[in-house]
T-cell receptor, first 112, second 113 residues
Framework: NAGVTQTPKFQVLKTGQSMTLQCAQD?????MSWYRQDPGMGLRLIHY???????DQGEVPNGYNVSRSTTEDFPLRLLSAAPSQTSVYFC???????????FGQGTRLTVV | GENVEQHPSTLSVQEGDSAVIKCTYS??????FPWYKQELGKRPQLIID?????GEKKDQRIAVTLNKTAKHFSLHITETQPEDSAVYFC????????????FGTGTRLLVSP
């Protein structure tokens, strides 16, 4: 099992550009989520999904879109990148409630 | 919504000492409290978790205690080793019917040989 795989690992965007961060898991987990990690602020939930076709907003959803067409994939779209979106992004998957969240290796995004 | 506070932000100990990290949460409905370890440049990884029907849980040198009345939980690491050096995050699940974790701001633990 590869676990949770994120691509790319690093990305530099110009303000106003759009892009998609990819996340895939091969553990057949129902729950998937996206977090951003900023210095001194821990991890904050952006969007999450409880199964294919079902998504909802987390703490900091503005400027991001998600969709879940399959159990395996949960891409995160930045619609119009802003410097405030410079961060490290982690995707995670969880088999069920109150169990371990497995994180991807992260994507370090810089918006200039 | 849930709010999780974590202290201290940095903790320096000598090898072999014990380390304690404390977290408080605001929502009494929260019922799941994991702890994650993150080494520099790596992904967070679960080291231990506790559910609200349990007061304490141990796994070798690591233990977590939960006080539901006071709404706080703590991570205890005994006989610390240099490889314990990392950032540790506590979290609380918002108990909304979906897995929604709210994380503390992290504690940087440095274990000196």
């Amino acid at each position: 099992n590869a676990g949770v795989t994120q691509t790319p690992k690093f990305q530099v965007l110009k303000t106003g550009q759009s892009m998609t961060l990819q996340c895939a898991q091969d553990m057949n987990h129902e729950y998937m989520s996206w977090y951003r990690q900023d210095p001194g602020m821990g991890l904050r939930l952006i969007h999450y999904s409880v199964g294919a076709g079902i998504t909802d907003q987390g703490e900091v959803p503005n400027g991001y879109n998600v969709s879940r067409s399959t159990t395996e994939d949960f891409p995160l779209r930045l619609l119009s990148a802003a410097p405030s979106q410079t961060s490290v992004y982690f995707c995670a998957s969880t088999p069920s409630m109150n169990t371990e969240a497995f994180f991807g290796q992260g994507t370090r995004l810089t918006v200039v | 919504g849930e709010n999780v506070e974590q202290h201290p932000s940095t903790l320096s100990v000598q090898e072999g000492d014990s380390a304690v990290i404390k977290c408080t949460y605001s929502d009494s409905a929260s019922n799941y409290f994991p702890w994650y370890k993150q080494e520099l440049g790596k992904r967070p990884q679960l080291i231990i978790d506790i559910r609200s029907n349990v007061g304490e849980k141990k796994d070798q040198r690591i233990a977590v205690t939960l006080n539901k009345t006071a709404k706080h939980f703590s991570l205890h690491i005994t006989e610390t080793q240099p490889e314990d050096s990392a950032v540790y995050f506590c979290a609380a699940d918002m108990n909304t019917g979906f897995q929604k974790l709210v994380f503390g701001t992290g504690t940087r633990l440095l274990v000196s040989p």
